[in-house]
């Protein structure tokens, strides 16, 4: 499978008007920012209704992520799962990956071979990250907005749902 090098030139972070944040994602930015998770949600989050059908917590970005840093994550060592597994999750064929990012003349994916494999990835991270956003969309389905007390039962039920993927996770390539 191709390895991918990112060239670090951050257009992927401004190309989109929201980022999504799973449960748990909210927790550990809001514990790394120093704020509590309704403060964090407040100030840079919201509920949106996707393209794809579903409400989801974002953090938004009308004019670009508002954690990118001189083309870096600012919160990189805590930043959602979604943009974690970038751009490896979308498990597409390279040849395929290349046509979705071709708007963006920088990205080094654009640099990479043609290939009917997708890129390399960490299954175990794509396991946590499908199971992140099966959990979040449930939870905010029918959801206007942030309530604390429940979003804390959630987050916690889902702390434990990752555990056991930890646990009996075998990676099968
Ligand atoms: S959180 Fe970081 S990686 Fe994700 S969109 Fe914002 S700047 Fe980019
Ligand atoms: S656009 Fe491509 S090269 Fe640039 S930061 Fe995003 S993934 Fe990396």
């Known amino acids: 499978m ?12 401004k190309r989109d008007p929201y980022y999504a944040v799973s449960l748990l994602d909210i927790e550990t930015i809001s514990a790394g ?10 100030r840079y989050c919201a509920v949106v209704d996707t393209p794809g ?28 799962i979604g943009c974690r597994v970038f751009p490896e999750s979308s498990l597409l064929p390279v040849t395929i990956l290349k046509k979705s990012v071709r708007a963006i003349q920088s990205c080094a994916i654009l640099s990479l071979p043609d290939s009917d494999e997708p890129l390399k990835t960490d299954h175990e991270l794509m396991a946590k990250r499908d199971l992140s956003f099966e959990h979040t969309k449930a939870y905010f389905e029918e959801r206007e907005d942030f309530d604390e007390p429940s ?23």
């Open 33 to 42: 920012l120093g704020m509590s998770p309704v403060e964090f949600f407040n």
């Open 53 to 80: 059908g579903f409400r989801y917590p974002v953090i938004l970005a009308p004019e670009g992520c508002p954690f990118l840093k001189d083309k870096l994550c600012g919160i990189h060592n805590i930043k959602p």
């Open 2 to 13: 191709p390895d991918f090098e990112c060239a670090c030139c951050g257009l992927c972070c």
């Open 151 to 173: 979003w804390a039962v959630a987050k916690d039920n889902l702390i434990k749902v990752l555990s056991d993927v930890a646990r009996n996770y075998r990676p099968w390539s």
